[in-house]
């Protein structure tokens, strides 16, 4: 829809919709009764509106605002209709809704709106659409002279839409009679001789001797704008970049010269009385029934620019044309580095970006050419270009991948800062989640695709180690899990289990991220450990001898340290099967509780780390806590004399209940918590609690069952 274009600057995309939605919703208030002022939001809109124009979509919704009732001053709406810029052509229905709000009443707008208003029409005149809508309420217009205030501008505008059928005998002696009583008005005076015109003859006297306004344009400055603001709307919807990529016609590039004018079009000219060119198809009923007899065009690089012939090329495989576009590309790429052709190197890359993000596919001949580019590459020109086409890479053998493209890849972007090494690691969740998706698409096993995977997964756990020690903040902390979500994936997916194997994330990592103090982080690393588990469930019932004990004892001891820290109460525990003790030495473990101790807090250091006691999950149980006692308290009952106070634990429950306080049990409340966390989106520790102690899903599942 035209309605939900953006609007498109050198300084990037300005999305101008939230602020008309701002200054329609502050008009519906009293001034006193609104937040803030509402002058600098006009005021910025002003600013937008000079810049790009609107499209009919949003200049109906500011002419709605300016010709109804509403509490906005009339400076602001002045200012408003004044920046009226149209994108595009003006429908006659915003035409017949300015000349509606004409006239006199509670309802209408202020008489200098509408005469700013009529003035903007004028100013428009040669954009409307239909300009026999204006015709149609010559009656209503010309009826409207008697008002003085407005009398000026609709002059103007009667004399634009004057023909020879408007000119009629009561309206020569209305105009002759008004021009008498207002001591021959200039602008009575110019209407009278468009009359005259029509019919000197008939029109005589001194009427048309006297001053008469000449009815020049009101503000050319006003009209040299809106022509440029037209011409960039003209030239951002017809460039090749911003055509919609499911449109069945070729593209072209402007007429006006921009866009990539050296990227070559579609054209073909070896056509016969029997074929179809791809020049012809309109829509997709044509493209569907002709599909068998389209003709190539004569040089396939603008493949790289045209979604047809894209398309063509997919639903119409020939080795031969393919080998031609390889051809062509291979020479494009060679254009690009070498640059004198004029391609400038972004726009190039913008090409190649385009063209791999509308096929999804990754021709052989964009590694030689990649390859070669990145050792002249400066590591920041066009580097979301790069990033993004390159991630559409499919899976190749790993060491040449790694030594042609990763390597000198790595070496351009990473500046020993965290920002390049963020923008790394996401360019590699990017790519790992197009090739999970490759390999969902494949029916047999093949060993070369596990081993990929695995190896780029090992390379970007080192990564990843370090991104959690050079920012460690929440913000990179999703970021790291967002890559092992797709880690995640290959492992749980009992289709891609059989291409892939499961490699688990590095100790350090799953111990630093549990660590963390973002309840958010926490129940997102528990849903990646609880989907892991499930895929070692169905993998060891089938290849068991794939993963050792010790491989799956590391993992196994994710599962008991984060239980025994948030369900046991037993953090830092090493006596327990598979555990780990969260890596934590004994020495440090040995003085962390002494210190503890010394503190006379009472309770221990394996608790502090309890569902209750977390510095992270802490606030949430209490909250659910508190939860309960407030519906105890709003059904009136009597029975609630005592509140709890401090983090719930066992012991506090019973002491609780024994003063007349909220009756819970231990497991209760504890379940109660992960369905709190759940319904507050954070799912994942329940589902690790659920999933890793059979004890804790029996007893949900009697909970269950008793409340239904």
């Known amino acids: 829809m035209e309605g939900l274009e953006e609007y498109v600057t050198d300084h990037g995309v300005l999305d101008v919709r939230e602020a008309i939605s701002d200054v329609i919703q502050a008009s519906k208030l009293k001034a006193k009764q609104r937040a803030s002022n509402v002058k600098p939001a006009v005021e910025q809109l002003t600013i937008w509106l000079y810049e790009q124009g609107l499209v009919p979509h949003h200049l109906g919704q500011l002419i709605d605002l300016v010709t109804t009732p509403s509490f906005l001053d009339q400076a602001s709406l002045a200012s408003i209709v004044r920046n009226l810029y149209p994108a595009t052509r003006v429908s006659d229905d915003l035409v017949v809704r300015v ?84 001591g021959n008005d200039p602008a009575v005076t110019g209407l009278l001789r468009v009359f005259k015109d029509y019919y000197p003859e008939i029109i005589v006297g001194e009427a048309t001797r006297a001053k008469a306004s000449a009815f020049k344009h009101p503000n050319p400055q006003w009209r040299e704008r809106l022509d440029e603001i037209q011409q960039d709307h003209a030239a951002r919807t017809t460039n090749r970049a911003e055509r919609p990529l499911e449109a069945f016609r070729v593209a072209r590039n402007g007429a006006n010269g921009k866009g990539s004018s050296l990227l070559l079009e579609v054209h073909t000219s070896n056509a016969t009385e029997n074929s179809i060119t791809l020049e012809e198809i309109e829509n997709v009923d044509g493209f569907v029934k002709n599909l068998e007899r389209i003709e190539l065009p004569n040089q396939l690089v603008a ?154 997964v090992t390379r970007v756990d080192d990564l990843c180690l370090t991104l959690s020690q050079t920012s460690p903040t929440a913000s990179t902390h999703s970021r790291l899990l967002d890559f092992y979500e797709q880690t995640a994936i290959l492992a749980s997916n009992p289709k891609l289990q059989h291409h892939t194997r499961i490699m688990i994330p590095p100790s350090p990592l799953v111990y630093i991220l549990h660590f963390s103090l973002c309840p958010v982080t926490l129940s997102r690393l528990c849903a990646i450990l609880s989907k892991y588990k499930q895929g070692f469930q169905k993998a060891m019932t089938t290849t068991r001898s794939d993963y050792t004990p010790e491989y799956i004892n590391q993992f196994n001891g994710f599962l008991m340290d984060i239980c025994n820290c948030i369900w046991r109460s037993r953090a830092f525990n090493t006596s327990d099967l598979n555990s780990h003790g969260c890596l934590i030495s004994n020495s440090l473990s040995q003085n962390l509780t002494s210190y503890i101790a010394d503190l006379h807090m009472g309770t221990s250091l394996s608790m502090l780390f309890s569902i209750s006691y977390s510095p992270v999950l802490g606030l949430l149980a209490i909250s659910h806590f508190r939860e309960l006692e407030e519906q105890k308290l709003g059904q009136g009952s009597a029975e609630l004399g005592t509140r709890h106070v401090g983090p719930v634990t ?43 102690m059979t004890n804790v899903m029996k007893r949900r599942s009697t909970m269950m069952s008793s409340s239904t």
């Open 650 to 692: 066992r012991a506090s429950l019973h002491s609780l209940a024994n003063s007349r306080g909220l009756r819970m049990g231990w497991d209760d409340y504890r379940l109660g918590v992960l369905s709190y966390l759940e319904k507050k989106g954070m799912a994942g520790v329940g589902e690790l609690m659920y999933n890793t």
């Open 99 to 182: 000349i509606g709000c004409l006239g006199h009443g509670k309802l209408k707008p202020s008489l200098a709106i509408q005469g700013a208003l009529l003035q903007w029409l004028v100013m428009i005149y040669h954009i409307i659409d239909n300009q026999a809508a204006l015709s149609s309420a010559y009656s209503i217009l010309f009826n409207l002279l008697d008002t003085a205030a407005i009398r000026k501008e609709l002059c103007h505008l009667l004399a634009l839409i004057t023909r020879r059928r408007h000119v009629r005998p009561h309206r020569i002696q209305s105009l002759l009679s008004l021009s008498r009583q207002t």
């Open 303 to 456: 493949v790289l620019g045209d979604p047809l012939l894209q398309k063509l090329l997919a639903l119409k495989p020939q080795a031969e044309a393919h080998q031609r576009a390889s051809n062509w590309i291979a020479s494009y790429g060679q254009d690009i580095m070498s640059g004198e052709s004029g391609i400038e190197p972004s726009e190039g890359l913008e090409t190649l970006r385009d063209y791999v993000s509308s096929t999804k596919t990754f021709p052989p001949i964009f590694f030689i050419f990649f390859g070669e580019y990145l050792k002249v590459w400066d590591g920041h020109s066009g580097r979301d270009s790069v990033l993004s086409t390159l991630s559409y890479m499919p899976l190749v053998d790993f060491s040449e991948l790694l030594t042609g493209i990763l390597q000198p890849l790595e070496t351009k972007i990473l500046n020993n800062t965290a920002k390049s090494q963020l923008q790394l690691l996401e360019f590699y969740t990017n790519l790992l989640r197009r090739w999970t998706i490759s390999l969902s698409s494949l029916e047999q096993q093949t060993a070369q695709g596990s081993t990929i995977v695995a190896e780029l």
